[in-house]
């Protein structure tokens, strides 16, 4: 846990070893709190036909792009001295590979159990050949970052502990893993309780995962940052950044921020388009096509009257 001041050195000696660590008073209260007030506003109701809102890909959570709330937001999602970090622990520039505002509902079952994000042969996208070497693995390819936006202990981000280490040798997915290696991965689960404004960053090779079942609701944005001199200046998918906001950018959160990057999923393929694959959408979009009919009906009378 690092407060303050603290040199980088030592946060990355710390994150080096057990694959994660917390840091406290990066942000200040009115920082947070605006960007709080932002995302409840888009956390009211889901986006329908152009309506600002969350998007809704299963029950338990909401998403939202925090880009999408935009003004003080990005100093959370672009913040320089994690950029700092991040890049002397990878030894490396690095990339906002994917960021995601999440609600996490507390339903009291686990619908994201723990894994890694990555093992030999990742890739994202079917056009990438032959995926992730164990060369690349043994980089720090990947670090994530859960910035809370509440008090967060039930529920929180979980680490286990230097997990980075075994680099994931039965893949990503923890049920690949007999029941003694599972039972040894879990022992070192660390439940990363904070405090509203805290950023827990961790190395993406380890296993993680919120901690679930959990009964608790719990907001968070999520961050994802890639090694450019591994995986190139590409990004999961590109981020929609309003231009308001772009102007106020500095070389360095533009570079991170991926302007003129290269991506792997297009926008209309990416995970939070998965309602159109729901089947209430053909019915839900009827909906939307009717919602003016009145309008138009009246307008249609009225122009008939006019011509007689
Ligand atoms: O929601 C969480 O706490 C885990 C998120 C996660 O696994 C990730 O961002 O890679
Ligand atoms: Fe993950």
Redesign the pocket.
């Known amino acids: 846990m690092a407060t303050g001041n603290i040199e980088i050195s030592s946060i990355v000696d710390c994150f080096k070893k057990r694959g994660f660590c917390i840091l406290r008073n990066l942000f200040t209260s009115d920082v947070i709190d605006s960007v709080c007030v932002r995302a409840e506003r888009y956390l009211a109701k889901p986006t329908i036909a152009g309506a600002p809102g969350y998007w809704q890909v299963d029950h338990p959570k909401k998403l939202v792009h925090p880009f999408t709330l935009g003004g003080p937001t990005l100093g959370l999602i672009l913040n320089e001295r994690v950029i700092e970090i991040v890049e002397e622990a990878m030894d490396s520039e690095c990339i906002l590979a994917e960021c995601m505002l999440?609600f996490d509902k507390g339903v009291g079952y686990t619908y994201?159990p723990m894994?890694s994000?990555f093992s030999i042969g990742w890739s994202k996208s079917s056009a990438a050949s032959g995926g992730l070497t164990l060369a690349q693995l043994k980089k720090v390819v990947g670090i994530?970052a859960?910035i809370y936006l509440a008090d967060t202990n039930t529920g929180a981000?979980s680490y286990c502990d230097s997990t980075h280490k075994f680099l994931a040798p039965k893949g990503q997915n923890l049920n690949a893993y007999n029941n003694e290696e599972q039972q040894l991965i879990l022992s070192r689960k660390v439940r990363c309780d904070g405090l509203k404004g805290d950023l827990v960053l961790f190395d993406?090779r380890g296993f993680?995962?919120?901690d679930q079942p959990s009964n608790t609701e719990r907001l968070?944005i999520?961050l994802?940052y890639f090694h450019v001199g591994e995986l190139g200046r590409t990004q999961v998918s590109p981020m929609p950044i309003w231009s308001s906001d772009i102007a106020h950018l500095s070389e360095k959160q533009l570079r991170v921020a991926g302007v003129g990057a290269d991506f792997m999923v297009p926008p209309s393929e990416y995970a939070h388009t998965r309602f159109q694959k729901n089947p209430w959408y053909p019915l839900i979009a009827w909906l939307v096509s009717r919602a003016y009919f009145w309008q138009h009906f009246k307008s249609t009378i009225k122009h008939l009257f006019k011509r007689t």
């Open positions: 999440k994201f894994h994000d994530g859960a981000f993406d993680h995962g919120p968070a999520l994802d």
